[in-house]
């Protein structure tokens, strides 16, 4: 149950992401890298069993937005930093876990 809702609740911050990332004046890609990082290590830290369905459920829609949209492959950088985002999180809470 607590995995399924936590996918809900990535999914759901991948799409807000991916939706302000694909506004057409928007171009602050620090935002936007600050947005997946931040999401994904909290997720990550809350939830450290499983940190590549956490990167992939939020990194996924910012190359889905600009590949459909703008055909720009570059943005698939976004899931790399969303694998760096929730593997931060769950080594650290496996390391705060460790010390108990």
């Known amino acids: ?46 939830s450290p069993g499983r940190p590549w ?3 992939i459920s939020v990194g996924i829609w910012i190359p889905v937005w ?8 570059s943005s698939l950088a976004a899931l790399v930093i969303a694998f760096i985002g929730a593997y931060s999180g769950a080594y650290i809470c496996k390391s705060f876990l460790k010390q108990k």
């Open 53 to 55: 369905i956490w990167a």
């Open 66 to 73: 600009n590949i459909l949209f703008q055909n720009n492959y």
């Open 1 to 46: 149950m607590k995995t399924g809702i936590t996918v809900i609740i990535a999914v759901c911050l991948g799409i807000l992401i991916g939706w302000i990332d694909s506004r057409p004046h928007w171009d602050d890609t620090g935002i936007t890298v600050g947005l997946i990082v931040i999401s994904t290590f909290i997720i990550g830290f809350i």
